[in-house]
C-alpha cells in the first residue's frame, strides 16, 4: 500500500490541513472514529462502500464527508484502487462556501449536490488526470476560487478552531470566550456556525483524538486516562466506545493496525 501526505499551499493553509492519497492493490476496511474536521474525498480507482454507525453501506461516490461525533466505516471489495482527500479544517465550508457548518455535521454529500455543475467538473477532472499532484493542483484552484467569501470578522473564533483541531490542549469553553471578548452564548453560537458542534463537545471529540496513536507500551488505560483529562477510567472507557465503537483495550493492542488518528485499518486476503 502507498500512502502518501502534500501540504497545501500557503494561501489554503488557514482551511487546509493536507491533502492524503493512499493506493493499493488489497482489500480493506477503514474503520473510522469520531473526527472534528471535514473532508474532501475522491475516489479515483476502485469501488468503495460508505456506511455510518450501524446503518447500512452504500455506494460511496466523490464528495464531502462532514465532520462527525460517531464512528463510521469505508469498505474496499476489490483489488486495484486509489483515494484522495483534503482534510480541511471545520471552518473551511462556512467560510470557502458560506456553507452553516451543521448542514454537513454527520453527513456525505456528493461533488453535485454540494457544488452543483461546479462539482461535477472537478469529480470529471479528478478522473481524467495523471498523478495526485495534477490532483491536488484542481482540487487547491477549486478552493481559492471561493477564498472571496471569506468573513474577516469570524477570523478570531476561525483561529481558536485551527489551534484545537491541530493540538488539543485541555481549557474550557469559558476561557475560550473571554480570550475572543465575547459572552458564553454569543462564543457558543458563533463556534457552532463555524465548527459543526458545540464548544464543549468539540473539545470532547479533540481530547479523544489527541489520545490516538500515542505509545501506550507501558501504561495503563488508567494511565491513559488521567495523563488526558478523564476524572477516571469509567469516563475515558466511555468516551472511547461512544467515538469509536471500540473498546479502548482493543484499540491499544499491539496487533491493532492504526490509520493515523483516524480510527484502524482491517485488510483482507
Same mark, same amino acid.
Given at each position: 500500500?502507498?500512502? $502518501?501526505?502534500? &501540504?497545501?499551499?500557503? &494561501? ?64 474496499? /471489495?476489490?483489488?486495484?484502487? $486509489?483515494?484522495? $482527500? ?108 463555524? /465548527? ?7 473539545? &470532547? ?22 495523563? @488526558? ?5 469509567? @469516563?475515558?472507557? @466511555? ?15 499491539? &496487533? ?11 485488510? $483482507?486476503?
Amino acid at each position: 500500500m502507498n500512502y $502518501g501526505v502534500i &501540504q497545501p499551499p500557503e &494561501q489554503l493553509a488557514d482551511y487546509v490541513r493536507f491533502f492524503w492519497f493512499v493506493e493499493g492493490n488489497q482489500p480493506y476496511i477503514h474503520h473510522a472514529f469520531a473526527y472534528p474536521c471535514p473532508e474532501l474525498i475522491f475516489c479515483y480507482k476502485g469501488y468503495f462502500r460508505y456506511g455510518i454507525r450501524h446503518n447500512e453501506d452504500r455506494a460511496m461516490s466523490a464528495g464531502v464527508f462532514g465532520q462527525t461525533e460517531t464512528f463510521s466505516r469505508v469498505t474496499l /471489495s476489490n483489488n486495484d484502487f $486509489g483515494i484522495l $482527500g483534503a482534510y480541511l479544517y471545520p471552518h473551511a465550508f462556512p467560510q470557502l462556501f458560506r456553507l452553516p457548518a451543521a448542514e454537513i455535521t454527520n453527513q456525505a454529500l456528493d461533488m453535485k449536490t454540494l457544488c452543483g455543475k461546479d462539482g461535477e467538473m472537478l469529480e470529471e477532472k479528478i478522473m481524467l488526470a495523471a498523478n495526485n499532484g495534477q490532483r491536488v493542483k484542481l482540487i487547491c484552484d477549486f478552493l481559492k476560487l471561493r477564498l472571496k467569501n471569506i468573513r474577516s470578522e469570524y477570523s478570531g473564533i476561525c483561529s481558536v478552531i485551527k489551534a484545537v483541531s491541530k493540538l488539543y490542549t485541555e481549557t474550557s469553553v469559558l476561557s475560550l470566550a473571554e480570550n475572543n471578548f465575547l459572552s458564553l452564548r454569543q462564543f457558543e453560537r458563533r463556534f457552532k456556525e463555524l /465548527s459543526g458542534f458545540r464548544p464543549k463537545l468539540f473539545l &470532547q471529540i479533540a481530547r479523544f483524538n489527541s489520545l490516538l496513536n500515542k505509545p501506550f507500551q507501558e501504561k495503563s488505560l488508567t494511565e491513559l486516562a488521567y495523563q @488526558h483529562g478523564y476524572y477516571d477510567p469509567a @469516563h475515558f472507557t @466511555h468516551d472511547f466506545r461512544r467515538f469509536s465503537n471500540r473498546n479502548p483495550k482493543e484499540y491499544f493492542n499491539e &496487533q491493532t493496525i492504526t490509520a493515523m488518528n483516524r480510527g484502524t485499518v482491517e485488510f $483482507g486476503k
